[in-house]
């Protein structure tokens, strides 16, 4: 049988890896500008496929802007073929709404330049989810390509999602470097073709086979199409410069329809190291990295961008507020999308395999912190806006004695958990309870406190505090809430002191009784000069439980006052049981006892009477592997207990929460041997 060999050109980038992002993006650089001045060349066959990934145009035209017009020229050609994904990421270690918003972002990317590549090419990660297909189909792509997770099968099958969504895919059985660095030597070029064809031809249900001519970071052979044309006679197979799509589209009406339903189909996950290592080992190195990426995903996906929308909903106009200082909080910014998109952005940029999974050099994991750090700045601060707008759209029926205190579920279902909050201490008596809506009383545990801090000590004239009046809007003054105003006179000067709130709802009732007041003395002449004192209100740390908040709900709980002296700070309180004081906790469903030798939990199950010994085990063993692999040494010293004795302490005891510390120590080897 003739074959037809397919030759696409490609580099695969890793973006950082074992250089850091500013080393490798000179190396883009120079293949780029070279790249781009051979597609300017007459015109050839010849295309370059850019790994399936459009970050690469943003890291090369931050340095050559002055290229995009010939990018857009070149892509709009079909010589140079971009997308579908901004980064091709690690699918295990990422959520689902990241894989949605990578091809979403590489998908608008690679319009603004000509339309991205109908491939779902992911060449490299370690093994793929078994909802891809779904998603690529969601995103209108209907081929996919990857060299790992596969063992035997053909070259060309089917791939299946568990909804029943299907992709024709291309199995890299020889990876996505089969034809990296092909001989330009004549004869050696037709020996290497004939290699490569023989390797791939018992695997192929077409007769279209195809030959990946690129790797990690090669630039593209710029003989090859005079290479191709010259030896083309000594070749008893087509031999074309191709593309992936060229590839599959010729490959299917090869087949034709009796031969693609022939195909067979693969299902799930793809986890399989046959042919190519999935190196597991890197779902737990740097496992900081896991962590800061889950807990950012989540609050981007459940809190800043839904409670973003409600507040867009609830409160869509208006004119921003003036903001006269950047000492106060910022009230809601309107249309947070670009800033939740540039969240995204660079959260994506850590999604890469080679850094989510932690097995680049130290110095790539270090830069991934500061775009955490970013993302999280702005959908922390984003969060904190919207919840103070949905709030204050409540009816709470706050009457200047009882404060209001929401507590928001981002969950899907009923929950019930712990709520810790700080309480302005003014305004309220100092013991007070919690009651929820309906008007049962809620126990409750105190926290830490902090302090007044003062704000603003001035000397004002008449004139000077009736302008000063103006900055007072919706019980506000420069953006933060005011929470009691307190006028004192004595003789010729007023003293008006007032409380304010990092955040928060204002007390509109006492702040304008506190203006009556101040208005009253503007009226008096006999008052020639006002003493204006701002601070910060003491706060106070109270933590409760929340039950049964209903699903993408709120509930609403009141700090109500009482009398002085009565034990309502903490009722239910209890303590730890006799003569176990220090080292164990309990409830109505579970008891922890710390073990007092080796620091190891013992729970015992109150409903079952089942004991749990020996829990919470720290072990140490040495680690002669890498980044992607552990490899234990020869001779190995297991470290499975602490050097003394553990100290151990409660830490919180109270209605809503238990927590118990313990603190150990442990020798361990200093280095391998």
Request: charged share 25%.
């Given at each position: 049988?003739?074959?037809t060999?397919h030759?696409?050109?490609h580099?695969?980038?890793?973006?950082?890896w074992?250089q850091p992002?500013?080393?490798f993006?000179l190396r883009?650089v120079?293949?780029?500008?070279g790249?781009?001045?051979?597609?300017?060349?007459?015109?050839?066959?010849?295309?370059?496929?850019?790994?399936?990934?459009v970050?690469?145009l943003?890291d090369?035209?931050a340095v050559?802007?002055?290229q995009e017009?010939?990018i857009?020229?070149?892509?709009?050609?079909g010589?140079l073929?971009?997308?579908?994904?901004?980064v091709?990421?690690?699918e295990?270690?990422v959520g689902?709404e990241?894989?949605?918003?990578?091809?979403e972002?590489?998908?608008r990317?690679?319009?603004?330049?000509?339309g991205?590549?109908?491939?779902?090419?992911?060449?490299?990660?370690?093994?793929?989810?078994?909802?891809?297909?779904?998603?690529?189909r969601?995103?209108g792509l209907?081929?996919?390509?990857?060299r790992?997770?596969?063992d035997d099968?053909?070259?060309?099958?089917?791939w299946e999602?568990p909804d029943g969504s299907?992709?024709?895919?291309?199995?890299?059985?020889?990876?996505?470097?089969?034809?990296?660095?092909?001989p330009t030597?004549?004869?050696a070029f037709v020996?290497?073709?004939?290699?490569?064809r023989?390797?791939l031809a018992?695997?192929a249900?077409?007769?279209h086979?195809?030959?990946?001519?690129?790797?990690d970071?090669?630039?593209p052979?710029?003989?090859?199409?005079?290479l191709?044309?010259?030896?083309?006679?000594?070749?008893?197979?087509?031999v074309l410069?191709s593309t992936?799509p060229?590839?599959?589209?010729?490959?299917?009406?090869?087949l034709g329809?009796a031969?693609?339903?022939?195909?067979?189909?693969v299902r799930?996950?793809?986890?399989?190291p046959?042919?190519h290592?999935l190196l597991?080992g890197v779902?737990s190195?740097?496992?900081?990295?896991?962590q800061?990426?889950?807990?950012?995903?989540?609050?981007l996906?459940?809190?800043?961008?839904p409670f973003a929308?409600?507040?867009?909903?609830?409160?869509?106009?208006g004119?921003?507020?003036v903001?006269?200082t950047?000492?106060?909080?910022?009230?809601?910014?309107?249309?947070?999308?670009p800033?939740?998109?540039e969240a995204?952005r660079?959260?994506l940029?850590?999604h890469p395999?080679?850094?989510?999974?932690?097995?680049?050099?130290?110095q790539?994991h270090?830069?991934?912190?500061p775009?955490?750090?970013q993302?999280?700045q702005?959908?922390?601060e984003?969060?904190?806006q919207?919840l103070?707008t949905?709030a204050?759209?409540?009816?709470m029926?706050?009457?200047?004695?009882?404060?209001p205190?929401?507590?928001?579920?981002p969950l899907?279902g009923?929950r019930?958990?712990?709520?810790?909050v700080?309480?302005?201490?003014v305004?309220h008596?100092?013991?007070f309870?919690v009651?929820?809506?309906?008007?049962?009383?809620?126990?409750?545990?105190?926290?830490?406190?902090v302090?007044?801090?003062?704000?603003?000590?001035?000397?004002?004239e008449?004139?000077?505090?009736?302008?000063a009046?103006a900055?007072?809007q919706?019980?506000r003054?420069?953006?933060l809430p005011?929470?009691?105003?307190q006028v004192?006179?004595?003789g010729?000067?007023?003293?008006?002191t007032?409380?304010?709130?990092?955040?928060?709802l204002?007390?509109?009732?006492?702040?304008?009784r506190?203006?009556?007041?101040v208005?009253a003395?503007?009226a008096?002449?006999s008052v020639?000069q006002?003493?204006?004192i701002?601070?910060?209100?003491?706060?106070?740390?109270?933590?409760?439980?929340?039950?049964?908040l209903?699903g993408?709900g709120?509930?609403t709980?009141?700090?109500v006052?009482?009398?002085e002296?009565?034990d309502?700070e903490?009722p239910?309180?209890r303590?730890?049981p006799?003569?176990?004081e220090?080292r164990?906790i309990e409830?109505?469903?579970?008891r922890v006892?710390?073990?007092?030798e080796d620091?190891?939990?013992t729970v015992?199950d109150?409903?079952?009477?089942?004991?749990?010994?020996?829990l919470?085990?720290?072990?140490?063993g040495?680690d002669?592997?890498?980044?992607?692999?552990f490899?234990p040494?020869?001779?190995?010293?297991?470290?499975?207990?602490?050097?003394e004795?553990?100290?151990?302490r409660v830490?919180?005891v109270?209605?809503?929460?238990?927590?118990?510390e313990?603190?150990q120590?442990y020798l361990?080897?200093?280095?391998?041997e």
């Open positions: 049988m003739a074959y060999l030759i696409v050109p580099t695969h980038w890793d973006r950082e074992y992002f500013q080393r993006r883009l120079h293949l780029m500008d790249l781009l001045a051979l597609l300017a060349q007459e015109p050839t066959d010849l295309a370059f496929t850019l790994d399936g990934q970050i690469l943003e090369y035209l050559r802007p002055e017009e010939e857009r020229t070149q892509v709009k050609a010589r073929l971009i997308g579908p994904w901004y091709l990421p690690d295990f270690l689902p990241a894989l949605l918003r990578n091809l972002r590489g998908a990317l690679a319009r603004a330049f000509g991205g590549m109908p491939v779902g090419y992911i060449p490299d990660p370690f093994g793929h989810i078994g909802q891809m297909p779904q998603i690529l969601g995103f209907r081929w996919a390509a990857l790992r997770g596969l099968e053909p070259a060309e099958l089917w999602a299907r992709v024709l895919l291309s199995y890299l059985r020889d990876g996505y470097d089969n034809a990296a660095r092909l030597e004549p004869r020996r290497r073709l004939a290699e490569l023989d390797s018992p695997h249900r077409s007769s086979l195809l030959l990946l001519n690129g790797t970071h090669q630039e052979q710029p003989e090859l199409p005079l191709i044309a010259a030896v083309q006679e000594e070749i008893p197979d087509r410069l992936l060229r590839y599959f589209q010729e490959m299917e009406e090869a329809d031969g693609l339903a022939e195909l067979p189909v799930g996950e793809l986890r399989s046959k042919r290592h597991p779902l190195t740097r496992i900081w990295i896991k800061r990426n889950h807990a950012l995903e989540t609050l996906t459940r809190w800043a961008e929308a409600w507040a867009e909903l609830l409160d869509p106009g004119p921003q507020p903001i006269l950047g000492n106060i909080p910022l009230p809601r910014l309107r249309h947070p999308a800033l939740l998109n995204w660079l959260l940029q850590n395999h080679d850094s989510i999974c932690g097995c680049s050099v130290d790539v270090r830069e991934m912190v775009r955490f750090d993302a999280e702005i959908a922390e984003i969060t904190r919207s103070l949905v204050g759209q409540i009816e029926g706050d009457d200047g004695q009882r404060m205190i929401v507590v928001f579920n899907g009923p019930t958990d712990a709520v810790t700080a309480i302005p201490l305004g008596s100092r013991h309870r009651m929820d809506a309906q008007g049962q009383a809620v126990p409750y545990q105190v926290g830490s406190a302090e007044p801090h003062p704000l603003l000590d001035m000397q004002a008449r004139q000077e505090l009736i302008g009046m900055f007072v919706k019980g003054i420069m953006g005011i929470r009691e105003v004192r006179r004595e010729e000067q007023a003293t008006i007032i409380a304010l709130l990092e955040e928060g204002p007390d509109l009732e006492a702040v304008e506190g203006l009556a007041q208005r003395l503007l008096d002449e020639v006002y003493q204006v701002g601070y910060l209100a003491p706060v106070q740390e109270i933590t409760f439980v929340a039950r049964d209903p993408y709120y509930a709980y009141f700090l006052p009482s009398e002296g009565t309502e903490s239910g309180l303590h730890p006799e003569g176990e220090g164990a409830n109505e469903l579970l006892e710390v073990e007092p620091g190891t939990l015992v109150k409903r079952t009477g089942q004991v749990y010994a020996g919470h085990r720290f072990v140490d040495g002669r592997g890498d980044s992607y692999t490899c040494p020869q001779e190995d010293t297991v470290v499975d207990r602490p050097a004795p553990p100290e151990v830490l919180e109270g209605p809503a929460r238990w927590t118990l313990v603190r120590r361990l080897p200093d280095a391998l």
